[in-house]
């Protein structure tokens, strides 16, 4: 019994020393350094007290991710005299549920996707951001109705508000290239839709291979391919025939799905648009898929994916300069914008207190981004935070993607039930890649599998 | 705390946890309940000794009702209800399996498994078994056949995935084909139907060396009578193996086959590391995992079907075991 008591006791010195550890320095000091939007911070500071405050906040990131979240929450913490305490957790999305029908949630807690938020929404675990936060993020995010739309769910009455504030957000509509194959062959960056397809076809014109694709990724291959329909989707039909889509208002075999599965079948099923052939695409594996771009001669001259693709990349490759990434163009012959496809997290109240609220008020200040920014792994369609503190120009470039954007669409298959998202869409376009299924086929199936759920 | 000071403290607790049950309670026993003292000291001490199985027996029974009884149960229960666990559904899961024409496929597939792998496996480990028993080098051959069962199924097919690997420099198949003059490579795992074969051949490559080695020990223990009377008799080799020692294990044969049938039936790492279930390689564990903490209905409906299968399997395994030991 002894040695339980004292095992016990450990863990709890253990525990509030982990709490503490949130404290640390402020990475860039304020007022030092232009690139920051420090009268914000001042601000701030200055009409917010909550000395003795505790904030809890919980969310996905873990280990360095960690760090960079924490080295943001300081600069609240310095600002407002508020204790904040920050913990992470690989299996986020379980704990939550569990603590918020405990009624031991956090403060505040970041989603990594809107679906779980929308379905605490409705079992009544978040508080509403109210409406000024709504009209803030209209007119200070690009593509700012998106962002409300995707943040805007029903509570147990139906009744629809605002409780998801998107920060941090990542690009998935990018098309890698090699600037030096490029400029070699003559080659420009394609400002349309149309254009990147006369390009692809001037590659293989010439002899080369314009494309790599790799669906492979063990139990969840396909996935990439979800990736490219959802982007084509957006180019071709307008972003509420996406959300139909994805929120299954019309059925997954509509004429406007299967129209953007063959588009995407127009790139990768044609053998000699990707490098291997069509039937290599759904073997290869997605990390191993870039690679092509780094040989010579070229193996493929253009690859769409993710900004996460980097991490993938030969080491000492320099973005730039050995690779470089160009959006992936709109269509010039629908008048759709500028679509984006990318995913974010989300941050909502999940048990209210003033700290929490003026929490979310921070997150509206530019240096609460601008301090990210300038480290790494963090995008913003923040329109008043300064590109300058953007730690790379890679970054900043997506960032402008971001801030150009018209229309930002979250991943679709991430939003929709997981055994349609993660699983018979994945394999449908497997099925559809190799060949086994057409279009309809593949479309169908899924539908078929969607509906059946009860 | 680190790791192995907490491991370390689980251990303390949990065999100290026992050893202090079984003491305690003992004692509680003889000491209190039924003191072998007072007006019928004897009647109490065969009391004592009637309950004392049970209170040694409770712990485990407690813990095997609460994981395994309770779960099928709980499984069953479950596949009963909807998506959400909120509406009752009957046997609409299963109806809806029924007509799933993935479901088809993988059972159809899981069919392929169980009659292939345990039969495979089991005939080339008792080759081995007999191959490896006279020779002087047999230790090191059998050591090199045990050795995959050290590596668990998902680094089995890494190791695989390169065998299989879809160019010439890598893949051992293509190389072969490309040394016979083949040109393009091709992608095995793409083959149709016989991808799954495949994907068997990383189980059986596993397993046959645990049936050597039981079958290996099992073969020793035939006597030595039977044979010699049988090479007196004028037997050839074959006939002595075929018709002689393996009539006389084939208790353990059956252990043997129907102990990897039951593996066979809840491996999914294989298919899922290999192709995720795309390419028509579906099996029922790897299904149900494409199910699972999304429709868990949908999942438990599965894991029940998959369950119902292994049942009489397990029994006629567990019935030879007991024969075996008598």
Redesign the interface.
């Known amino acids: 019994m002894q040695l339980i008591r004292m095992a016990g006791a450990t863990a709890a010195a253990l525990a509030l020393f982990a709490g503490t550890a949130g404290a640390q320095a402020l990475k860039f000091t304020p007022g030092e350094d232009a690139r920051f939007s420090w009268d914000s911070y001042e601000a701030f500071a200055d009409s917010h007290d909550l000395s003795g405050q505790i904030l809890d906040i919980s969310g996905v990131w873990i280990g360095p991710d960690k760090d960079l979240v924490e080295s943001v929450l300081a600069y609240f913490e310095a600002a407002t005299g508020a204790r904040v305490r920050y913990s992470g957790s690989d299996s986020f999305e379980q704990d939550i549920v569990i603590a918020a029908q405990a009624g031991s949630a956090p403060n505040i807690a970041v989603f990594p996707q809107p679906g779980l938020a929308a379905d605490m929404a409705r079992r009544g675990f978040l508080t509403p951001l109210g409406p000024e936060t709504a009209d803030w993020v209209r007119e200070n995010y690009a593509a700012g109705d998106s962002w409300v739309d995707l943040g805007t769910y029903a509570d147990e009455g139906g009744t629809e508000a605002l409780y998801g504030f998107f920060y941090k957000v990542d690009v998935k509509s990018l098309v890698w290239y090699a600037p030096d194959a490029f400029a070699e062959a003559g080659y420009e960056i394609p400002g349309t839709l149309e254009d990147l397809k006369a390009l692809t076809e001037r590659i293989a014109d010439d002899g080369g291979t314009p494309w790599c694709i790799g669906l492979g990724s063990g139990a969840a291959t396909g996935w990439p391919a979800t990736d490219w329909v959802e982007d084509l989707m957006l180019r071709r039909e307008p972003p509420e025939t996406y959300d139909a889509w994805v929120s299954h208002q019309i059925p997954f075999d509509d004429p406007a799905v299967v129209g953007a599965i063959e588009a995407y079948g127009w790139f990768a099923r044609n053998d000699a648009f990707v490098e291997g052939g069509s039937q290599a695409v759904a073997t290869t594996d997605f990390r191993e898929s870039p690679a092509g771009l780094f040989s010579f001669p070229p193996g493929c001259y253009m690859h769409r994916q993710a900004s996460f693709i980097d991490t993938y990349f030969p080491a000492g490759t320099e973005i730039g300069l050995d690779v470089d990434f160009f959006y992936f163009p709109a269509s010039a012959e629908r008048d759709l914008g500028t679509p984006v496809l990318g995913a974010g997290t989300l941050w909502a109240i999940t048990r209210d207190s003033e700290a929490a609220h003026a929490f979310i008020d921070f997150l509206k200040t530019p240096i609460a981004h601008e301090v990210w920014m300038a480290q790494s792994g963090f995008l913003t369609p923040f329109t008043g935070a300064s590109p300058e503190a953007y730690a790379t120009d890679s970054m900043r470039a997506q960032g402008e993607i971001l801030t150009s954007a018209t229309t930002f669409r979250f991943d679709g298959s991430d939003l929709m039930p997981g055994e349609v998202g993660a699983d018979a869409f994945w394999k449908g376009m497997v099925d559809y890649t190799t060949g086994r299924k057409d279009a309809e086929t593949a479309a169908h199936d899924i539908e078929q599998r969607w509906s059946s759920i009860r | 705390?680190s790791p192995l000071l907490q491991g370390m403290?689980t251990i303390?607790?949990g065999v100290g946890g026992c050893v202090g049950y079984f003491y305690a309670a003992n004692l509680l026993l003889d000491r209190v309940i039924f003191p072998p003292s007072g007006r019928d000291p004897g009647r109490n001490i065969s009391r004592a000794n009637a309950v004392r199985p049970w209170l040694f027996l409770a712990p485990a029974m407690a813990a095997l009702g609460l994981y395994l009884v309770y779960p099928v149960v709980g499984s069953f229960w479950r596949s009963l209800y909807?998506?959400d666990g909120g509406s009752f559904?009957g046997l609409?899961?299963y109806t809806?399996l029924a007509?799933?024409?993935a479901f088809r496929t993988a059972l159809f597939n899981n069919l392929l498994w169980v009659l292939v792998v345990p039969a495979a496996s089991t005939f080339l480990g008792l080759i081995a078994a007999q191959l490896t028993d006279r020779i002087r080098w047999g230790n090191i051959a059998k050591s090199m056949i045990f050795m995959p069962m050290a590596i668990s199924f998902v680094g089995a097919s890494l190791i695989w995935k390169f065998v299989y690997a879809?160019e010439a420099d890598i893949g051992l198949i293509n190389a072969i084909r490309a040394g016979l003059g083949f040109q393009d490579p091709i992608?095995v795992?793409?083959i149709p139907f016989w991808n799954t074969f495949f994907l068997m051949a990383i189980l059986i490559w596993i397993q046959t060396g645990f049936a050597m080695v039981i079958l290996s020990a099992a073969l020793r223990g035939i006597p030595d009578e039977t044979i010699e009377a049988a090479i007196l008799d004028g037997a050839n080799p074959f006939q002595i193996f075929f018709r002689v020692m393996v009539p006389q294990i084939t208790g353990t044969i059956v252990v043997v086959w129907t102990t990897i049938t039951i593996l066979v039936l809840k491996v999914f790492d294989i298919v899922?590391?290999m192709?995720?279930?795309?390419?028509?390689t579906q099996i029922l564990p790897?299904y149900m995992?494409?199910?699972m903490?999304?429709?868990d209905?949908?999942a438990t409906a599965v894991a029940f079907v998959i369950m119902l299968i292994v049942l009489p399997v397990m029994v006629w395994n567990i019935l030879q075991a007991r024969k075996e030991m008598r």
């Open positions: 705390m403290v303390l607790i909807n998506r559904i609409g899961n809806d007509a799933d024409p879809n992608d795992i793409q899922y590391t192709t995720g279930g795309n390419f028509g790897s995992m494409s199910y903490f999304k429709d209905g949908r």
